[in-house]
């Protein structure tokens, strides 16, 4: 992996921030940033900058109380819930904060707002039974579906990434580490995760559209997309009524049609 820098200074992360002024959100650590005293999300805050909790494994009930903290009129995020962080029954990991649509009424929690999620949608980095668990625990407003894709999904085929050796799974949907079962990637399409989500999982054409497609943009403070509105980018997929693609439509352009 490339080298990194989890002890960024707030003035280096400040400058970093104000070199990307398209950015809505970043994923970051509760648990580093509870060492930091919370000012690099501050600054993402003070910026307009959803911080999206993630890729910690450790960060405690404390640390994470203290990240939501800072934001109580807004929801902060989660990101890929459950790959990345931990959940418990007792020592509460990211993946607990997860799982409610409403706090309990403890003093630790009041005024506090449940985090959004998402989650990768190939049904391997999260078992079906745990995708189906979080959909009856959460309202699906709140919820969205990433693919977490970096490759096509060729079985067996090889791929260089972030230089590693990566290699397809025998059901073309994800990724691993080459001799390693460490999943690193998907291969899965906003389409398939439609399908799953609506053939395997039984969710409602119209609430798994809008985890795709309205809750991201809406999350991500995207208002230039995510529904069908006037003013709005026209970015559609037309399918038929088996859900097969029929027509992609990019910024009001027809870029691909199904001539069968």
Do not use: W
């Not at 959803?50 to 009129?73: C, F, K, N, Q, Y």
């Not at 060729?154 to 073309?172: C, E, F, I, N, W």
């Not at 403070?221 to 037309?238: C, N, P, Q, Y």
């Amino acid at each position: 992996m490339p080298p990194t820098d989890s002890a960024m200074s707030t003035e280096r992360f400040e400058q970093l921030l104000d070199s990307i002024p398209s950015l809505k959100v970043m994923t970051i650590s509760p648990h580093l940033e509870a060492q930091q005293r919370y000012q690099r999300m501050e600054a993402l805050l003070k910026r307009g900058i959803l911080p999206a909790l993630g890729h910690d494994r450790v960060a405690t009930e404390t640390e994470i109380l203290g990240a939501l903290s800072l934001s109580p009129s807004r929801s902060l995020h989660i990101t890929h819930l459950f790959n990345v962080c931990s959940f418990h029954h007792r020592s509460l990991g990211l993946a607990n904060f997860g799982l409610v649509e409403q706090f309990p009424r403890l003093p630790q929690y009041e005024g506090l707002r449940p985090p959004t999620v998402e989650l990768v949608g190939d049904l391997a980095h999260v078992h079906p039974m745990v995708v189906a668990a979080v959909l009856r625990a959460r309202s699906f407003q709140n919820i969205c579906f990433v693919t977490d894709s970096v490759f096509e999904p060729t079985p067996g085929a090889r791929v260089k990434y972030m230089g590693r050796q990566l290699q397809v799974s025998g059901d073309g949907r994800t990724l691993s580490l080459v001799g390693e079962e460490t999943l690193a990637g998907s291969c899965c399409s906003m389409l398939d995760t439609l399908h799953s989500l609506v053939h395997t999982l039984a969710v409602p054409l119209g609430e798994a559209v809008a985890m795709l497609s309205e809750n991201p943009a809406r999350i991500a403070g995207l208002g230039h997309i995510g529904t069908v509105e006037v003013g709005k980018r026209a970015d559609l997929l037309l399918l038929d009524t088996e859900l097969k693609l029929q027509r992609t439509i990019v910024a009001g352009r027809t870029e691909f049609e199904n001539e069968q």
